[in-house]
């Protein structure tokens, strides 16, 4: 009996004498391992607004809103409902327009400092005002699909937009054979396919 109570004094006396096996947090510096889950931002060169990250988030932390008035897409990301289970991150189309950071000091006063934004511009379809897409993942799209954006026509007149090929032109009210030429959601695109076909 007396043997184990002589080898937890011991203990006790050698843990004064030695250093701690825990760090200084928060009074020095901590190193942060490589694979940390930290907070989830975006990077605004980076996302091209594809909505990706939104569809696949379980917490329903990220959200976004369309102003089809301003002709921008703003996507939310709000640190209060993330569980930090990096599908944002993996599921990204660039892998660089979300991204867990290593920051992991999260606790603030305000809350608007949990909240991550990226705002992106809007094409609108030329005949019925509906969304077509961000600007920015239609341009993504069209360069990744190199030559084969030919067989899409919207594609296809996004790239030469951003190449500055393709002027505006002035809004018709019915549909003519031009309008293959305008960017179009698909419902208008079919409507112009049918009536030309039939």
């Known amino acids: ?56 988030c379980p917490a329903r932390a990220i959200d976004y809103v369309d102003d089809k008035d301003n002709k921008y897409r703003t996507l939310t990301h709000n640190q209060e409902r993330c569980i930090f289970c990096q599908q944002c991150e993996l599921a990204c189309i660039t892998k660089k327009g979300i991204t867990l950071t290593k920051e992991f000091e999260l606790g603030a006063a305000d809350r608007k400092t949990g909240i991550s934004q990226s705002r992106k511009e809007l094409t609108i379809c030329e005949k019925c005002g509906e969304v077509v897409g961000c600007t920015d993942h239609l341009y993504h799209a069209a360069k990744k699909l190199g030559v084969l954006l030919y067989g899409n026509p919207t594609l296809m007149l996004a790239r030469n937009k951003e190449l500055q090929l393709v002027e505006d032109r002035p809004q018709t009210s019915s549909h003519q054979r031009g309008d293959h030429l305008k960017l179009l959601c698909p419902n208008c695109r079919r409507e112009v396919i049918l009536r030309e076909q039939w």
Do not use: H
């Open 1 to 56: 009996m007396r043997l184990p109570k002589l080898r937890e004094l011991a203990l006790a006396i050698r843990s004064l004498v030695t250093w701690p096996f825990t760090n200084g947090y928060p009074f020095k510096s901590v190193t942060i391992p490589d694979g940390f889950r930290g907070k989830p931002e975006y990077n605004e060169q980076e996302c091209v607004g594809c909505l990706a990250c939104y569809e696949v």
